[in-house]
């Protein structure tokens, strides 16, 4: 089926994928030639903030076992090469800095068949 992608086949060293579209709304030079997709809920319909502003298909990379939202913007250079800036837009929640990781409880089927 186009457009969807199957990570069996895929690079197992990506890290991950996102769209950039022209930037329709760039006035000054200072901003990107190119920026994320406005983000769609399952019915079509652009997912709006509180601000009544598009919400941005942005992505997420996990950085020490914390997914982070990242979002990209591209810039085209004077030599008619692609700047691309990944910005990190907000954390995840992580457990405790230096937390043990839970044992698996006791008594499952795992342990059961040894």
Not at 79 to 100: F, M, R, V
């Amino acid at each position: 089926m186009a457009g969807t992608y199957d990570a069996s086949k895929g690079n197992p060293n990506r890290i991950g994928t996102f769209s950039l579209i022209r930037n329709t709304a760039k006035l000054e030079e200072k901003h990107p030639d190119m920026v994320h997709p406005d983000s769609v809920d399952d019915n079509g319909i652009v997912k709006m903030n509180k601000a009544g502003k598009p919400f941005k298909k942005n992505f997420t990379i996990k950085m020490n076992g914390v997914e982070v939202w990242c979002e990209a913007s591209a810039y085209f250079q004077k030599d008619k090469s692609l700047k691309i800036s990944i910005n990190k837009t907000s954390s995840g929640s992580a457990a405790a800095p230096g937390a043990a990781p839970k044992a698996a409880p006791s008594g499952d089927a795992w342990d059961q068949q040894f």
